[in-house]
């Protein structure tokens, strides 16, 4: 069985619940928020419709374009980088923009597909229109910093696996974590 691939629309949603920036996300991405599964299919649902109707800034045409001019043995090594159902769809640089696009926003929506740089991207430029902004971190946030407004905040720790980052509620002695998208111990911090 195929594990959950969603687990960067998960630490979208709830570090966007844990800062009160839930509404404002489900605004601009004009998905449901009643709950994180009705989050999850309408922002893969978004998504794909925002490619569909190439409406996603030109993003996949110039991970096309990138990805199509590259010798093979180059080629080869950025595939395998990005998610497994990308590199096994294309094995060998992409021939035409349309099939490319299509297995993107064909595999946007099925629930078990990691997301990749090209969706991370289309949620950012889909908050940012809105005033909001996601900070996509590859470790912790130090205790020293400051969380900015209007930004939703997830960890990548070892880039295989997203977790929220959030704000313990008022008063919560919640030992360890606010994290809440996943495995790791240090995906989030007290505030």
Not at 43 to 61: P, Q, W
Not at 86 to 104: N, Q
Not at 126 to 150: A, F, Q
């Amino acid at each position: 069985m195929k594990g959950d691939g969603s687990c960067f629309f998960r630490a979208v949603y709830q570090s966007a619940h844990s800062s009160g920036l839930l509404p404002k996300v489900c605004a601009a991405l004009r998905v449901e928020c009643a709950t994180e599964a009705e989050f999850i299919t309408g922002a893969r649902t978004r998504l794909s419709e925002t490619i569909r109707e190439n409406e996603d800034g030109g993003y996949v045409a110039s991970a096309y374009r990138y990805l199509s001019k590259l010798d093979v043995d180059t080629y080869k090594l950025i595939i395998n980088t990005m998610p497994d159902w990308l590199s096994e769809a294309f094995p060998e640089p992409p021939k035409s923009l349309r099939a490319f696009k299509r297995v993107i926003y064909d595999s946007v929506l099925e629930p078990s597909n990691w997301v990749g740089q090209i969706e991370v991207d289309l949620v950012r430029a889909l908050l940012k229109v809105h005033g909001m902004h996601i900070d996509v971190r590859y470790s912790v946030l130090s205790s020293s910093e400051d969380m900015e407004p209007n930004t939703v905040y997830v960890v990548n720790e070892g880039e295989t696996h997203f977790n929220a980052i959030g704000v313990a509620p008022m008063g919560g002695d919640i030992p360890n974590a606010a994290r809440m998208g996943g495995a790791s111990p240090n995906a989030a911090r007290l505030r």
